[in-house]
């Protein structure tokens, strides 16, 4: 890959939107300049919250008519119990709907990777990165509390989070585990769907979280993909013949996304596929940069808050075929 060069263009925009200047090279690499500025005001606008109907313990419609006199919403075209939150005169963390466990709060493109592994009642699912808890009480939700999950994470305190929000919600299918994710190809045990909800450097999140602007250097990137490669990995493992694995970061950087999947399939040449998702929203890079990567990236979703009105999301779909 080419080092990156910074040229008067980025750092102007980079003093303009407070960004790195490295951020504002890649941004108008990827986007164009006129994108690049595009994708800067919307991190400047923010975004709408979101807030997931909790269907285990009442319909849309009952949540709905107990919030409306507090809670504006909006449902979203991609989840029908997802809802941006359009006016609210009160915390939506802290009402007796919340507490009660009726709904949670969620970003909306952090709903679509557990609709896109669309787990099954009867499934034994793996949830990698899991805590605070967000997509594990989804996937939890979306299999009508019966099969099983396994939820892994290596914080502690986030782990705290996790239980509680699963008692909160009325979550009784969830098997928590404070593991180090790349570690569990020693257990032994194999998954039918498998979700690795990577750490990565959350420039999606900038919108809701301003400090992300410059809280990340290129070096973290770097770093982190080792990370998110073995996770990837690993992942692919312990997954079942004809098993599904869904991989996402609330990153638009394509070093923590299209390359780590470039990377993934030529190890798995043969024994993996990419599912075609990008209906969803915008299609995978195949060439970043200048380099050219597998046009089974194209098949990969993006989700931008310029374009989607949502977090910066990367999502792909892999079937494991042998």
């Given amino acids: 890959m080419k080092s990156i060069k910074i040229d008067k263009e980025s750092i102007e925009l980079a003093i303009e939107y407070d960004i790195l200047p490295y951020m504002a090279k890649r941004y108008i690499e990827l986007f164009s300049y ?24 009442i319909s849309c419609y009952d949540l709905l008519n107990k919030i409306k006199n507090r809670i504006i919403v909006k449902q979203t075209p991609w989840v029908p119990y997802g809802f941006w939150v359009l006016e609210s005169n009160v915390d939506i963390g802290a009402t007796p709907e919340y507490l009660f ?27 990698m990165c899991a805590a605070p808890g967000s997509k594990t009480t989804q996937l939890a939700q979306m299999m009508e509390n019966k099969g099983v999950i396994l939820a892994l994470d290596v914080d502690r305190d986030r782990m705290r989070a996790l239980r509680s929000n699963i008692s909160r919600l009325g979550i009784h299918n969830v098997i928590t585990f404070l593991l180090d ?16 909800d990577a750490p990565c450097t959350g420039e999606g999140l900038i919108p809701l979280m301003p400090e992300r602007r410059k809280s990340r250097t290129f070096y973290d990137i770097m770093v982190l993909m080792r990370l998110q490669y073995e996770l990837l990995k690993a992942a692919i493992l312990v997954t079942k013949k ?23 399939l030529k190890e798995f040449k043969g024994k993996i596929e990419i599912v075609d998702i990008s209906s969803y929203g915008e299609k995978g890079f195949t060439e970043i940069y200048g380099l050219r990567l597998s046009k089974e990236l194209e098949f990969c979703l993006r989700l931008y808050p310029h374009i989607h009105r949502t977090e910066g999301f990367f999502i792909c779909k892999i079937k494991k075929k042998i």
């Fill in 34 to 57: 006129k994108g690049a500025v595009s994708l800067l005001n919307a991190f400047r606008l923010g975004l709408k919250r979101g807030i997931r109907c909790n269907t285990l313990k």
């Fill in 101 to 127: 466990g009726y709904y949670h709060p969620q970003g909306i493109a952090s709903m679509i990777p557990p609709i896109i592994l669309n787990p099954e009642p009867h499934d034994k699912v793996l949830d």
């Fill in 181 to 196: 994710a790349r570690k569990i190809v020693n257990v032994g045990e194999k998954f039918d769907k498998v979700l690795v």
């Fill in 242 to 264: 004809e098993g599904i694995i869904v991989y996402s970061t609330c990153s638009i950087a394509p070093e923590e996304n299209e390359v780590i999947i470039d990377s993934i």
